[in-house]
């Protein structure tokens, strides 16, 4: 796609979350956390206490620890773990990692196995039912040899760290985390192979998409139409319907419905979660009168996950020493997904962030090479279709017979009954079934290849972490599963590089985009060599930028394999390599300031875009001309106290997106174009392919302003001079519990409500909620390395390390966040020392 110049020249500046603030740098803590209330008005809470007075030290005996260990935990919360032997270290990782989050990592391993109802009550069960569907259910021995020769040697040493601390926990009540004493449980013993039978918590596509697909091809051209403003294709391909199958016989919204039930991250109502009445019992807390309707509706976000990295080489730098930096993208939540910890044992030194309930480290440094990850969007999911035996509703037609299901009964307990319930998961050769229909002669089973072995989502970082060379991590990330990933690399020698890796489907007589009859025309003839992915070493151009988009070469053959057609957003991208491409143009060195720069920038591509066909419109209506004169005057950045940016967001993705989809599609088939695809959108206003007029296209573009207009006077006041972004655009951090409780623990458990810049199309992601613009997802963990010289590496993750609401680290991190501040990376143990707060040894249980 061309490339559209900035309306005005000030928008090729890095624009930073404020605009006029200085570049991202290190500042006394105290300065940091007055900044985050200032300018915007005060934070909706009082900021955390500025002093970090060191703790007192403590000892614990630890079963299946072979040494002591000892735990220096720094002022933000980082666990930096020195350990007597390599498993040792993940003995101690499962230890504090439980001290620190055992309630997120208990209803993770809880939802995953599908064990919600023993805790939580019948409204559960069917959603455990649709859990254990999608667990890994092959051969263990297969398993765990696909991640690696120890993997579960290391599954062992982490779970038998985590058992230790729910056992600490149970012999003494005191620590036992706010959470259980409100939902009134205690916390499971973990198995080593619940860590790689999950699957459910990997970003997956495209079966969704197929379903949506096939919904609007039942509608013939217009829908078809529809589709194509619906989803960007790239490379473009134009989705033919598979012989054998009729798209009007898809149940689009049951299936939706039940793939959501086995994949989902649980939504917690009242409805679904009875909890003890107040005064019921020591640490409870009260009910919420107030409804379930901000609960259930955090997680509409109004544009896919997605992530940014990328890796500079050493004649490009200022420091002569490569700089890798990476966002990755996720839902927003307290606690953050992601936990950082630093893991040195003999033969290992790592350092960085994963996800609490695994081992290791999928983001980071180990003194040698340093690594960082976003989203491949490769396409690992179908949905086949099957034609039932009438006779028999557990058989369906393959290769002109009758085939058998697979049936299993699942035993499921369930809170306040005696006995548990007795329900079915059927498989067919191809996976589960999500949806069965008896009466229309129909079932419908998910293929995936994250079920398949080695597939546990990012467990396989377990094998590059502990690479010591470029051919080491190529040939981990050869054998990596789920989800697609693009990996960016650099070493203490200077080389730098990428990597995508992710098992890839071979599909030999269709696109992957539509549902497929199950009757055996269409198989997947095995999984794609790793090696016939792209890849790049020491690329000439002295630097590597992936931001989600389809980065696979034109030329190079993987673009005609079907990897992938359904990508993210490229606008983060493409304002990226700009500011990239402008920087080297300058002959300008890249400093980590930089890095931290170009992660906070709020300008918005598509924006710019836009404002450039508002150029020469006016209007004799009064409002709307105002309107117009203040999106003419601006230049695309998302500050928060922009009046204009407030007017954008509103502006394009209401009634703007509204008006294009129903214009595109028609108005019989604007359904199948919702949400619409932002890039789509754009280029039929840029390019109207006959389907408008340029006359009409300026009408709509005129015509919508008003409505916006109208829409935030009603919100914010008819005086446009007083409107701001951030007054729309709010950060916060939901606890899973905060829709359900009342509202003096919610302020407990929850974390800020800021004003915040960006948007889903800004390289510093801030992806909201369609109905009222509060925060949904973003980069909650941002790094930045300086590779070789690590101690000046830096990073941040929101709202803070501890999932525990009493901890001073549960939120400190998040004012530093909301400016795009960073906080020492600490690795050396001189560095770790002098900035260590608490001390914990621990030592093997006898």
């Known amino acids: 796609m061309k490339r559209t110049p900035s309306p005005r020249p000030v928008a090729r500046r890095i624009a930073s979350p404020r605009s006029g603030s200085l570049a991202p740098r290190l500042v006394p803590l105290a300065v940091l956390l007055a900044l985050a209330g200032c300018a ?16 007192a030290p403590s000892s614990f005996a630890v079963p299946g620890l072979e040494k002591p260990a000892e735990v220096l935990v720094d002022r933000w919360g980082v666990p930096h773990l020195y350990a007597g032997t390599l498993y040792d270290a993940f003995v101690a990782q499962g230890f504090i990692a439980a001290r620190d989050r055992l309630w997120q990592m208990d209803l993770w391993r809880k939802r995953g196995l599908g064990e919600m109802a023993q805790d939580f009550g019948p409204a559960w069960v069917e959603s455990d039912r649709a859990a254990r569907a999608v667990l890994y259910r092959g051969d263990m021995y297969r398993e765990w040899l696909a991640y690696g020769s120890d993997a579960k040697r290391v599954a062992e040493a982490f779970t038998a760290g985590v058992n230790a601390y729910v056992a600490q926990v149970r012999a003494q009540p005191d620590l036992l985390p706010p959470e259980f004493k409100l939902l009134g449980y205690q916390p499971a013993t973990w198995s080593s192979e619940d860590v790689v039978r999950i699957r459910h918590h990997g970003l997956t596509l ?30 473009p391909v134009n989705p033919r319907v598979p012989p054998g199958l009729d798209p009007c016989t898809v149940p689009a919204a049951e299936l939706r419905a039940a793939y959501l039930r086995a994949t989902e991250a649980p939504q917690f109502t009242k409805a679904n979660t009875p909890l003890p009445q107040p005064g019921a019992g020591p640490g409870s807390f009260a009910v919420s009168q107030a409804g379930d309707e901000a609960q259930a509706e955090q997680d509409d976000p109004t544009a896919a996950y997605g992530s940014n990295n990328w890796v500079i080489a050493p004649r490009l730098s200022a420091t002569g020493r490569p700089i890798l930096a990476n966002d990755p993208h996720r839902a927003h939540g307290a606690p953050s997904l992601r936990y950082m910890a630093h893991l040195s044992a003999p033969g290992m030194d790592a350092i960085g962030a994963g996800e609490p309930f695994l081992p290791g480290l999928s983001i980071g440094h180990n003194g040698t090479i340093a690594f960082g990850l976003t989203r491949f969007y490769m396409d690992q999911e179908d949905l086949y279709v099957y034609q039932l035996n009438p006779r028999n509703p557990n058989e369906y037609r393959y290769q002109g017979r009758w085939e058998p299901m697979v049936r299993v009964t699942e035993r499921i307990a369930v809170k306040g009954e005696r006995a548990p319930r007795e329900l079915v998961n059927t498989f067919t050769r191809h996976g589960p079934v999500l949806l069965s229909e008896p009466g229309k002669r129909r079932a419908y089973a998910l293929r995936a290849a994250w079920l398949e072995p080695g597939m546990a989502p990012y467990f396989g970082s377990m094998d590059y972490m502990r690479a010591q060379n470029w051919d080491q991590f190529r040939a981990a990330m050869n054998r990596w599963g789920a989800p697609g990933e693009n990996q960016v690399y650099a070493d203490r020698d200077g080389n730098i590089g990428w990597i995508p890796g992710g098992l890839t489907p071979i599909r030999p007589n269709w696109d992957g985009l539509m549902p497929v009859p199950g009757d055996g025309r269409y198989e997947w003839s095995g999984f794609r060599n790793g090696d016939e992915l792209p890849s790049e070493f020491n690329p000439a151009r002295g630097y590597v930028v992936t931001a989600n988009e389809n980065n696979i070469p034109g030329e190079h053959p993987a673009a005609k394999k079907g990897i992938g057609y359904e990508w993210s957003d490229a606008a983060r991208a493409r304002r990226l390599k700009e500011l990239f491409a402008d920087k080297v143009a300058a002959g300008q060195r890249f400093t980590l300031e930089d890095s931290q720069r170009m992660q906070n920038d709020i300008v918005a591509t598509p924006a710019q875009r836009l404002l450039k066909l508002l150029a020469g419109l006016g209007s004799s209506d009064a409002q709307t001309a105002a309107g117009l004169a203040l999106l003419q005057g601006w230049d695309g950045t998302m500050d928060r106290d922009s009046a204009a940016a407030a007017l954008y967001e509103v502006w394009s993705s209401k009634p703007l997106r509204q008006a294009v989809l129903k214009a595109g599609a028609g108005e019989s088939a604007v359904q199948y174009a919702l949400p619409g695809d932002n890039t789509r959108m754009i280029l039929l206003l840029e390019n109207p392919f006959g389907w408008v007029s340029n006359a009409q296209r300026d009408a709509i573009l005129v015509q919508t302003i008003a409505p916006a207009m109208q829409e935030l006077s009603n919100k914010l006041g008819p005086d446009p001079a007083a409107w701001k972004w951030g007054a729309l655009h709010r950060a916060e951090f939901r606890h899973p519990l905060g829709g359900i409780v ?61 999932g525990n609401p009493d901890s001073p680290n549960y939120r400190d991190l998040a004012p530093l966040w909301l400016e795009g501040k960073y906080v020492p990376l600490v690795y050396s143990r001189a560095a770790v020392e002098k900035e260590t707060v608490e001390r914990i040894r621990l030592t093997p249980a006898p």
């Open 40 to 55: 915007s008005g005060p934070p909706a809470e009082a900021p955390p206490s500025t002093s970090t007075p060191p703790r």
């Open 206 to 235: 495209n079966l969704t998409s197929e379903i949506e697909r096939a919904r609007a091809y039942c509608a013939g051209g217009p829908g078809i139409k529809a589709d194509w403003l619906r989803r960007e294709l790239d490379p």
């Open 742 to 802: 009342d509202a003096a623990t919610r302020r407990k458990l929850d974390v800020g409500d800021w004003p915040m810049s960006g948007s889903s199309f800004t390289p510093m992601a801030a992806s909201y909620r369609a109905s009222d613009y509060r925060l949904t997802s973003g980069a909650s963990f941002r790094m930045v390395l300086d590779v070789g010289n690590w101690d000046a590496s830096r990073v941040i993750n929101t709202p803070g390390q501890s």
